[in-house]
């Protein structure tokens, strides 16, 4: 085993003077201190021998000194300035030595009292080893390892991005189901307590009908009787005998058929009525502890086998919303929109140089933050700060969002017409023309990476995901799609003026063709594409609501200039 400090020399082992070692100078060692645990060289072993405090120490020649470094109990070995790395073992001693059997770096203890010091390992002193190390194969080669295996985390990552935004997607379509249930079973409950109530309003009816039926006998007789008396009773009066003597006759017959009424009435029945619950319902609302069972099943990553789209046919026309206000000097030009939530969008107007809050349900401007100059594209930073590019002062503006208000933010200085931007993870992606380029920067505005090359001439809009950067690109005529370092891992080419694109929770790129006068939907590989939208002029800018299923979008139409100032909404009901 070599070591530094140790030379193999016709298999004796030199060992080196600790002290002059620290110093950067390695002497053959002449003697050992017991006290110190250290190897001397002779000049230092001498200087021992004669110092006040370690003339009394236990000194040993060469023969009997240890073959092997022993470390100082106060002294921790390191033999250069650069090494700062602590051991892992020895959270005290740095490392700077490195055994090529193992593949393991090593401190001085190490190497000293390790199993490295009883085995044949070949054990080095990384200052003599390291020096080819710079811009050496090893280095390369690790650098494209590391590339490589930091692609494949990203790559598992965007795909379990893709398939939790695909499982909460079967979750709301569970809770969806749930209310159906539960509205199917308040159906059936509202059709059984109808039947109920026919069936007591019939009970009722019956009662009403016997109650009519003594109340008409009842009156009919009372009627009759009062006539009598007051008839016998005038007779009486006026001393009619004869007619009295009839009327009494006749009040008799009366008397009796009232009596044998009387008997008929008090035979007649009301009858009452309670309520016993159905036992299997009670049985089923005491026993029962929820609506249902959640099955649950392994969600597969459709895009890494070229999976259908989302849209199995073309979208057809929804609504339009007017995005126009009173305020508006000019007609619009709705150059950017994203989808803040399912019922609120925020879009750049770039002729009237404003930011709008839209709500689609009330089909209403609700905000409208004015700008010393026009918007083009638009991004959510968080989920109450947005980024806005301004070309022509070569700015990002910041603007933050709460109670449905826009409110002024700070801007960051960019170096160049900034036209298409998008967020990911704190890093905002930049497109700029004249020259064309694209950006990654920090929030405070610091670039992290530049690309400029043949892969861009005029890139308009991007949309960036863990793994993959997408382009529209109007003079390339395609959609671009680049990893993190600026390398063509994509592109789709079946287009004529791309303009505006985003991408859906699953990875689906959604581009609007200006000159084809269509919108395409794209796999995320960039593999496969097909229209959805067609015979829309002067398309400009889309975004996408996953919870609504639609599609927004805006035109600049140079023709019929009013529908400038609208933003249209496509809808299609087929859900994956």
Known sequence: MAVPGRKVSDGHLTVFCQPCDRDGERLAAHGYCKDCCEHLCESCFKHHMRHTLSRDHILVDKTNMPQTLQPSSTFHYQQHDDFTKPCHKHKREVINFYCQDHNELLCSVCVTHGHHQHSSCKVSYIPDISENVIDGKEY???LKTMDSMSEQFRKIQDRMYRLTVKANKTLANVLEDIKLFRKEINQKLDELEKQAAVEVNVFQDENLKILKE?????????????TSCNSMKRLNSSKQAEKLFME?????KMIEDCEKRLVELAKFKVNGYSFTPNETISKLLTSEK???????????????TNASMIFEKELSYHEDICVKTAKDTKRCWITGMIVLTPNTLVITDKYNMTVKLINTCSRYVTDRLQLDCGPYDITSVTSTELGATLPSSHKIQFIA??????????????DGNCWGISCYQDKLVVSFCDPAKLQI????????????????RNPLYVEAISSSIFISDTNKKRVTRINWYGQVIGSYGDMN???GILLSDDGTVFVCDREKQVVKEILGDCSAGKVIMKDISSLQAVCWCSTTMKLYYSSEDGVDRDKNNFIFTSINCNRQ
């Open 248 to 252: 009494v006759k006749s009040a008799e």
């Open 140 to 142: 390369l080669e690790m």
């Open 441 to 456: 920067l920090d929030m405070d505005g610091i670039v992290l990476e530049t690309f400029e090359d043949q892969n861009f």
């Open 401 to 414: 969002i709460s109670s449905n208000k826009l409110k002024q933010q700070h801007t960051i200085k960019v």
């Open 214 to 226: 003594v109340e008409t006998a009842c009156n009919d007789r009372t009627r009759d009787l009062w």
């Open 497 to 499: 003026e791309p303009r």
């Open 290 to 304: 929820s609506l249902g069972i959640l099955v649950q099943k392994t969600m597969h990553d459709e895009s890494t």
